[in-house]
């Protein structure tokens, strides 16, 4: 089995997969909401830190918790909770972005049994020259939390071992994201998204194997597809790897992406400046940032720019979670920087299920727009 | 026998003077949207024949049915034509079809070959959705936008108030411009909601005339946002079944401050008739390859 196959798997079965790590490790495993939540520091506990995500499948379980207007995202990350697929969570974290994914916390909390739960407080401004300081406020509780639940000491060894093997992960995976600047890419955009996703619910001791392999395998991967043209995918959680997979069979290479389950959940790595706790609160402070954090959007923009030009995109599929109001407010800004950078993009609003055909007739359309001869 | 007052007239028509046997390329567009089909046959670069008719419950059979229809009368036979291309929302499953195109690169083609190289924007008002393009001299699509979910605004959401207050649907956008006063428009922007609020209006006391007008009104306004999300440049042309409702049309272009400029033969066929004009377009280019 490669790596590719190795992190689909994973992915179909991910609950699985977070069982028997338990059980090989006799260890304890916690969930984690939002890309803000410090991984390296979940790790350093010796816990499986993984990611809860939705299933993409139509529920009404949240209905009585979450109001309808909640994004779609939140909703089904915490219909997974109410359902009971997340029952062999030992604990559950997240660090304050938006309200909505703060609404399935604070649900998660409440109505999902959950041996350990813990609350980081973030200043909605990051960029704020206290935040540093406080958020290293705010991991020392996480810590001691944790070491109270575990009985085991988060040593500062601990934390640079979890750091070492999270920015090792990061270089990995851009070493992988380099392969598609090629003209015909070795890899597809679904399958890059498959590798993000498996590294945010893998142990990464066995993710950075992976990878190690995959990159070994990449020089000589030929697919046997139509790459057709390039595309950025931008927004916020995005891993609904199906609607991908569609969307790349319509004639099209999604070559670069700029999302949370994509390059602005892993691009930054920790520097190692002062302590490991300032140093991890660092990279989250200066982080790819998330609109939910920062009302300035020309930090996100330059680097959306930049990655664009860099691997030579054709258009750009701009997709929010519907009801989403920070990257909403980013959107209008976004599409006139494309514009005047000759990139064309295509919005679309996503919910928990997407109405594949209405969506397939708008990306086909935006390939023929896209096409300098139709004919 | 009950009135099926939401039936809108099902037309075709063919050219008596043309004669396909001399042609160069017959080819065919065939568009099967979700609430209508359309099947235009086009002899060399002239359009020979064409109907409009509803869609049924499947794509291959709504497709044939419109095939048919175009072909009545014309002793042309499904084999005379020698490229067919789908379109519309069962675009995907036109057997006959050899290739498969969107409804909105398809419409501004239409649009532009009925208009002329001068039609820059294109509303299209389907039966399930609305669109507005814009395109090139060519009709090259250069940007479009779709509204979302919703069948209020689209030709769905006039079949249900149609039959609601039993008014043939071919007599909507007249009676509602018989009214004294413009009354506000519908508030709601769901066709069920839109339902119950005229329900209201007619317990109320509002006359058919005045609901009707409320209803194109806010129909109008609706598609009005989303025209001036992607821009308005002249020439501004309407295509679909609801350009044929001159209560929503002239209110479109009351609140445009704009002049729809008008299609013949039909502005319904200008997805089938894109294409088909693709389709001529991939015959001549397969014939130029061998």
Not at chain 2, 20 to 25: E, S
Not at chain 2, 62 to 73: C, E, G, Q, T, V
Not at chain 2, 236 to 255: D, H
Request: overall charge neutral; hydrophobic content about 40%; aromatic content about 8%.
């Amino acid at each position: 089995m490669g790596a590719i196959e190795k992190f689909q798997e994973v992915l179909a079965t991910r609950h699985q997969y977070a069982q028997d790590w338990k059980k090989k490790h006799n260890g304890k495993v916690i969930g984690w909401l939002c890309s803000y939540s410090p991984v390296e520091i979940m790790y350093a506990s010796g816990m499986l830190p993984v990611r809860i995500l939705g299933s993409h499948e139509v529920q009404d379980v949240t209905d009585r918790y979450l109001f309808p207007t909640v994004c779609p995202f939140s909703r089904d990350a915490l219909a997974q909770g109410l359902k009971g697929r997340y029952n062999y969570l030992d604990g559950i974290t997240m660090a304050r972005t938006c309200s909505h994914v703060q609404g399935t916390y604070d649900n998660w909390k409440n109505y999902v049994p959950t041996p350990f739960k813990y609350y980081i407080w973030q200043p909605n401004h990051v960029q704020s020259p206290r935040a540093i300081p406080l958020m290293v406020r705010e991991y020392k509780g996480f810590i001691a939390a944790l070491e109270k639940f575990t009985g085991k000491k988060i040593t500062d060894e601990a934390l640079n071992k979890a750091i070492e093997l999270y920015n090792k992960n990061r270089r990995l995976m851009k070493q992988v994201y380099e392969f598609r600047k090629q003209e015909v890419p070795p890899i597809t955009g679904a399958e890059c998204m498959e590798m993000v996703v498996a590294s945010q619910l893998m142990d990464l001791a066995e993710h950075n194997k992976l990878l190690e392999e995959l990159l070994k395998e990449l020089p000589n991967r030929k697919l046997d597809r139509n790459h057709g043209l390039r595309l950025m995918m931008i927004g916020s959680e995005m891993d609904d790897i199906v609607f991908v997979r569609m969307m790349e069979e319509l004639g099209c290479t999604v070559v670069i992406d700029e999302h949370c389950t994509g390059s602005r959940y892993f691009w930054d790595e920790v520097k190692l400046e002062k302590d490991p706790l300032t140093d991890i609160a660092a990279r989250y402070v200066n982080r790819w940032v998330c609109p939910a954090v920062s009302a300035e959007f020309k930090p996100r923009f330059d680097r959306v720019l930049e990655h664009a030009k860099n691997w030579k995109v054709q258009g750009a599929l701009v997709y929010q979670q519907k009801f989403c109001d920070p990257h909403e407010f980013d959107i209008p800004h976004l599409i006139k920087m494309f514009k005047e950078n000759n990139i064309p993009t295509l919005v679309l609003e996503f919910d928990v299920t997407i109405p594949f055909g209405q969506f397939r007739t708008r990306i086909e359309a935006f390939l023929e727009m896209l096409e300098l001869e139709l004919v | 026998m009950t009135t099926e007052f939401y039936r809108w007239t099902e037309n075709s028509w063919h050219s008596p003077d043309i004669d396909w046997h001399k042609a160069q390329t017959v080819t065919c567009g065939i568009d099967v949207g979700s609430v209508s089909s359309q099947a235009v046959i086009m002899v060399d670069d002239k359009i020979y024949a064409f109907c409009n008719t509803r869609t049924g419950s499947n794509s291959p059979d709504s497709a044939k049915k419109a095939l048919s229809i175009s072909l009545n009368d014309t002793g042309m036979k499904q084999e005379d034509i020698q490229y067919i291309v789908g379109t519309g929302y069962g675009r995907v499953n036109i057997p006959m079809a050899g290739k498969a195109i969107t409804e909105i690169a398809c419409h501004a083609r239409g649009a532009n070959y009925m208009g002329g190289p001068r039609v820059k924007t294109i509303l299209d008002m389907g039966g399930q959705d609305l669109k507005g393009i814009h395109c090139d001299e060519r009709g090259k699509v250069t940007q479009f936008l779709m509204n979302d979910k919703c069948a209020a605004g689209t030709g769905r959401g006039m079949e249900v108030m149609a039959e609601l207050l039993q008014v043939p649907i071919v007599d909507v956008g007249k009676m509602s411009l018989d009214v004294k006063e413009e009354p506000e428009p519908v508030s709601s922007t769901c066709v069920i909601f839109a339902k119950s609020e005229a329900i209201g209006l007619l317990r109320s006391g509002w006359t058919k005339n005045q609901v009707l007008a409320a209803y194109c009104s806010a129909m109008a306004h609706r598609v009005v946002g989303l025209l001036e999300r992607i821009g308005i440049e002249k020439e501004f042309v309407i295509t679909g079944g609801i350009a044929k409702n001159i209560g929503v049309v002239s209110r479109i272009e009351k609140e445009l401050k704009i002049k729809a400029m008008p299609l013949s033969p039909d502005p319904q066929i200008a997805g089938g008739l894109g294409a088909a004009l693709f389709a001529r377009d991939l015959l001549l280019k397969s014939r130029k390859a061998a």
